[in-house]
């Protein structure tokens, strides 16, 4: 349920006039919906998109996240789905989500804001049994909301014909972006009827979004409440540098220090996760942890656990980053810097809801010193730092010491191989002077050259120096730069081979022949017919 709305006094504060729900065009049905719900005054973006979806305009909507996008398209959605009827295994208007979560809280609130309507919708998500979401979707529904896996999955079962879809709905397009999942919209997409009204919601606006915006949507109506990725000013963000062996140790500190009603913990990896859930729970805190790993029915009975403030901390990846909303969270703690800066303001954006305040505390060791860096340029200001008694506050590094110390131990591994290689790899032409295989006749007296070896009592064969200049012109080139093969087991190479003495030194082949050719083919023996 959305708890996003913009307080009277805040409006008073800011010289705005008031607007209720009932200026916004919607029905009677809905708007006894949404007093039910406690809701009077519209959030800005609920203001702005609400009467351009009534119009049946495409609209590109972007704020930050904890500012109501979801009822900006539920509460127009069941207005305009509420004439007209369903078509057995079609929907008639589709919403696509990033997480299971996000969907859920969707489905919810259909649930909440269309309690005087009749309409049917269908949640697809993975994780649940796909045979019962099949039956769901026999008769027809008017809302089909789903993660895009799990729809493309019962599409290529042909469970579900899209013929009649009319609305459809992207939402957290940012976040699909970074899971991985734009593949998948743009083939959702391009099997949607062209004339339907498109709605694209995202918190930032990278240009991969621009471009599918203006891919997917016909002519929309911007709408924009806030500054791309700026932080909620209801939360007091406190940046914590501490070892990395330190870390667990500070983080309980904080916990024990600071009146946490409840808290979201965020840990860039799944493995992670786990790991702080059991080292929080051996320290006697009450915790338990979500992921993406997890199964989704253990997930969705951990995430009802939280709201119902059985479980007061939550140590969670990403999943939880993004459009969840809970009620009274005072506290988010980032125990891994986030690597995208656009997830800082996502994940502190949990705390400070519904016009309370909330504090959000990260966690960061000297090697997070560019993800800081990067945060501060995205939210225009640097995260105030604080130290906390009885451990030792370190510098961050900026990353460009680190990168200079990388060029030069490579550039000094480079010296040592240059140095090094003209004892492993001596000088072709100089081997093959010293060798004598170039150039003019050897000398029977010399000892025998490196790499090469004869059999005890065989004395060296002596060729002409034209002989010799042939050969090496026809030799390998590694022969020519590393000289014979080693002798193996005192067998004589095959090069080595008095062909001369043999008097069957075949023309062409030079003053050395390989024994096996030298010798006479086997008879073949044929079979009597």
């Known amino acids: 349920m959305t708890t996003d709305r913009l307080r009277e006094s805040d409006r008073a504060q800011t010289g705005q006039t008031r607007v209720n729900f009932s200026d916004l065009g919607l029905s009677r049905e809905v708007l006894r919906a949404v007093a039910d719900a406690g809701y009077i005054a519209p959030t800005p973006i609920q203001e702005q998109a609400i009467p351009v979806v009534l119009t049946g305009r495409d609209m590109l909507g972007g704020a930050q996240t904890g500012t109501g996008k979801t009822a900006s398209f539920t509460l127009p959605m069941i207005d305009i789905l509420a004439t007209g009827r369903v078509k057995a295994r079609m929907a008639r208007s589709l919403i696509l989500e990033p997480t299971r979560e996000l969907a859920m809280q969707v ?15 269908a949640l697809l998500i993975g994780g649940t049994s796909i045979n019962e979401q099949e039956r769901v979707l026999d008769p027809g529904v008017d809302v089909l909301i789903a993660t895009p896996g799990r729809f493309l999955d019962l599409f290529e079962r042909g469970r579900i014909l899209l013929a009649d879809v009319k609305i459809l709905v992207i939402d957290e397009a940012d976040r699909m ?24 919601f995202t ?74 859930c059991d080292s929080l729970q051996r320290y006697g805190f009450s915790v338990a942890a979500l992921h993406g790993d997890m199964p989704q029915a253990r997930r969705t009975a951990t995430l009802a656990a939280f709201r ?3 479980i007061p901390l939550l140590v969670a990846s990403d999943v939880a980053g993004r459009g969840l909303d809970i009620k009274d969270m005072s506290h988010v703690f980032n ?11 996502h994940r502190i954006g949990r705390t400070g809801r519904a016009g309370l305040e909330g504090r959000a505390f990260t966690l960061a060791t000297p090697e997070d010193g560019k993800y800081i860096a990067a945060i501060a340029r995205l939210i225009r200001r640097d995260i105030p730092r604080i130290d906390l008694p009885g451990l030792s506050s370190v510098e961050l590094d900026s990353g460009k010491v680190k990168r200079r110390r990388r060029r030069r131990k490579s550039n000094d591994r480079a010296g040592a191989g240059r140095e090094t290689r003209p004892e492993a790899r001596p000088d072709p032409a100089a081997q093959a002077r010293e060798t004598g295989r170039v150039g003019g006749g050897a000398d029977p007296g010399k000892s025998t050259p490196p790499g090469e070896s004869r059999p005890p009592g065989e004395s060296r064969p002596v060729a002409s120096a034209g002989a010799r200049g042939a050969k090496a012109q026809r030799e390998p080139a590694h022969r020519a730069r590393h000289g014979r093969k080693p002798d193996r087991g005192g067998k004589p190479d095959r090069d080595s081979t008095d062909d001369a003495a043999r008097g069957k030194t075949p023309a062409g082949l030079g003053d050395h022949v390989p024994a096996f050719l030298l010798q006479p083919p086997p008879a073949i023996r044929r079979k009597k017919p």
Request: aromatic share 6%; hydrophobic share 45%.
């Open 107 to 121: 489905a919810a609130h259909f649930e909440i804001y269309g309690k005087y309507h009749r309409l049917s919708k």
């Open 203 to 276: 918190a930032t606006m990278p240009p991969e979004i621009r471009r599918l915006a203006a891919a997917f949507l016909i002519n929309p109506k911007a709408v924009a409440v806030d500054p791309p990725a700026h932080p909620a000013e209801k939360v007091s963000d406190v940046l914590v540098t501490v070892a990395p062996n330190a870390k667990r140790e500070a983080l309980r500190r904080l916990l024990r220090s600071e009146k946490v009603k409840s808290a979201l913990i965020f840990c860039n990896r799944k493995r992670d996760v786990d790991t702080l």
């Open 308 to 310: 119902r403030k059985d």
């Open 177 to 200: 972006l970074d899971m991985g999942f734009i593949p998948d919209v743009e083939r959702i997409v391009s099997l949607l009827p062209r004339i339907r009204q498109t709605l694209l």
């Open 335 to 345: 125990f891994d810097v986030p690597i995208n800066p656009e997830d800082y303001v």
